[in-house]
């Protein structure tokens, strides 16, 4: 076989391997991915579960314990978490906390990750 056939025969196979074998392993993914979510199939459920996702959470200050409470600011809801450490955090801040209002329990978690920061605390 002259050199040209060899050379493009190889080349022919890396191409068809090489464009192969990504599309069948990102379908294998989906695949297994769609399998391992929750499949929400009736509508009530579906709009129940998007009414909880979109709860606001806020902090309490009950005589110097701190709490994260679910629901709009001034009600009381469900408590998250209590007795966080605020001992540390500067006077400013603690006069903010309960004016504020979160979308997400992350949120939460990244402002008391701000507050706890060496730098903030100087």
């Known amino acids: ?39 929400v199939t009736k509508a009530e459920a579906a709009l129940a579960n998007e009414s909880s996702a979109k709860s606001c959470y806020h902090f309490k200050m009950e005589q110097g314990v701190l709490s994260v409470v679910e629901g709009n600011l001034g009600s009381n809801g469900k408590v998250i978490a209590t007795g966080l450490k605020v001992q540390s955090w500067p006077k400013g801040i603690l006069d903010m906390v309960s004016k504020v209002e979160f979308n997400s329990l992350d949120e939460v978690q990244s402002f008391i990750d701000t507050v706890n920061e060496p730098l903030l605390q100087e």
């Open 1 to 39: 076989m002259s050199r040209w056939k060899v050379m493009s025969m190889v080349l022919v196979l890396g191409l068809g391997i090489g464009s192969i074998v990504p599309a069948v392993t990102s379908w294998w993914y989906a695949k297994e991915t769609v399998t391992s979510t929750l499949n």
